[in-house]
Every structure is written in structure tokens, then in C-alpha cells.
T-cell receptor, first 113, second 113 residues
Framework: GENVEQHPSTLSVQEGDSAVIKCTYS??????FPWYKQELGKRPQLIID?????GEKKDQRIAVTLNKTAKHFSLHITETQPEDSAVYFC????????????FGKGTKLSVKP | EPEVTQTPSHQVTQMGQEVILRCVPI?????FYWYRQILGQKVEFLVS????????KSEIFDDQFSVERPDGSNFTLKIRSTKLEDSAMYFC???????????FGQGTRLTVV
């Protein structure tokens, strides 16, 4: 089955700097890659997603890149703000698996003012 | 904005007791999921449900677990004889299409004592 590895487990940046979180996946059939932000005690919330037919997607300060050949994808947050502090999870899914998501272990991002 | 709702928000139960966690998915969604998150760990897939049957389940989802859609709106997770290690946050999620965004409920924190 699918396995998703995520790095780093913790990341601390200064406000205004960029943050990059990387994930690798094992199942070449995976075709949907969402990123979730989870604040303490709250539900995971989708912040951006990408499909395997796209190499890059951007939404304001957030971007995701996908390298299908290498089976890795990354989240880029520019101009970080203190409210970006949270745990970020990457996930992978194959439509053949009925859409269930396999999550990475998460990255705790701390943005220092 | 429609959202997935879960009840109760927190449940405390004694080891060996049965618990039922309830979820109301977003009304026009067809795919339903249960995930769990042990404190401080990643979100783990339990089961997916479509067309009134389980479409996929993980190794975690053993004979102690069952899911049901008793009516047109509710989606339940039953744990027959709870163990201490079942203590976790349980998230219900729903999606409209295969391999698309899963919307998470706010979770039920289950504490087994």
C-alpha cells in the first residue's frame, strides 16, 4: 500500500521568511496530493491540493510542486506570518483506493514574529 | 457553508464498553470516511464507505469496528469493546467525488479509561 514520508518534522522560521515542507510517496498510482493545516485541537483543513497531471499550483502565498518521476511533492509558503503556525500534513490518494488519504507524519511549523 | 458535524465532541468510556460515534456528512456527498489521530501523531485512515458498503479499510479497522449509515444523513462508527489504545481523536470526512477533497468534521475525542 501507499506510504508517505514527510520532512522535516519541525520547522521554525522568522516572520516573512519562506517555509518548505517535502513529502515522498511510494505508490506510483497515487494521483491526488492534498495538504492540510491543523491548528491545535482543531480539524485538518485543506489548504491546497494538486493532481498528478499538474506540476505546480499556486494560491496566493502557498504553492505546491509535484515531481511524478521522483514521487515527491512539496509545499512552499512565502512571506510567512505568525498565523501560519500550525501542523501541516501532506497526503496522497489514488482514485483506485476510493479516495482514502494516506497522511504523512506532519510538520510543526512555528513562525516567530 | 456546509460542513461535516460530529457528535459528541468528547466521549469518555470504560475499557470494554461499546461506543458509537456519530457523523452527519455534507448532504450531497457520496463518499464517507473515518480517520483517527492519536494525540501528537499523524492522521490515520480507518475506513471508506460508498453506496452503502465499505469500499476499503485499513489494518486498524479490525472486527472491533463497524460502520453504518442508518438513514439518509447519519454515518456512524461503532467500537464494540473499547481498549485503552483506542483513545484518540476520531474524524469523520466526506467527499463528493472519488479522489477529491475530503472535508473533515471537528472530531470526537474518545478517551478510554
Amino acid at each position: 500500500g501507499e506510504n508517505v514520508e514527510q520532512h522535516p518534522s519541525t520547522l521554525s522560521v522568522q516572520e516573512g521568511d519562506s517555509a518548505v515542507i517535502k513529502c515522498t510517496y511510494s505508490d506510483s498510482a497515487s494521483n491526488y496530493f492534498p495538504w492540510y493545516k491543523q491548528e491545535l485541537g482543531k480539524r485538518p483543513q485543506l489548504i491546497i491540493d494538486i493532481r498528478s497531471n499538474v506540476g505546480e499550483k499556486k494560491d496566493q502565498r502557498i504553492a505546491v510542486t509535484l515531481n511524478k518521476t521522483a514521487k515527491h511533492f512539496s509545499l512552499h509558503i512565502t512571506e510567512t506570518q505568525p498565523e501560519d503556525s500550525a501542523v501541516y500534513f501532506c497526503a496522497a490518494s489514488t482514485s483506485g483506493s476510493q479516495g482514502n488519504l494516506i497522511f504523512g507524519k506532519g510538520t510543526k511549523l512555528s513562525v516567530k514574529p | 457553508e456546509p460542513e461535516v458535524t460530529q457528535t459528541p465532541s468528547h466521549q469518555v468510556t470504560q475499557m470494554g464498553q461499546e461506543v458509537i460515534l456519530r457523523c452527519v456528512p455534507i448532504s450531497n456527498h457520496l463518499y464517507f470516511y473515518w480517520y483517527r489521530q492519536i494525540l501528537g501523531q499523524k492522521v490515520e485512515f480507518l475506513v471508506s464507505f460508498y453506496n452503502n458498503e465499505i469500499s476499503e479499510k485499513s489494518e486498524i479497522f479490525d472486527d472491533q469496528f463497524s460502520v453504518e449509515r442508518p438513514d439518509g444523513s447519519n454515518f456512524t462508527l461503532k467500537i464494540r469493546s473499547t481498549k485503552l489504545e483506542d483513545s484518540a481523536m476520531y474524524f469523520c470526512a466526506s467527499g463528493s467525488f472519488l479522489g477529491t477533497e475530503a472535508f473533515f468534521g471537528q472530531g470526537t475525542r474518545l478517551t478510554v479509561v
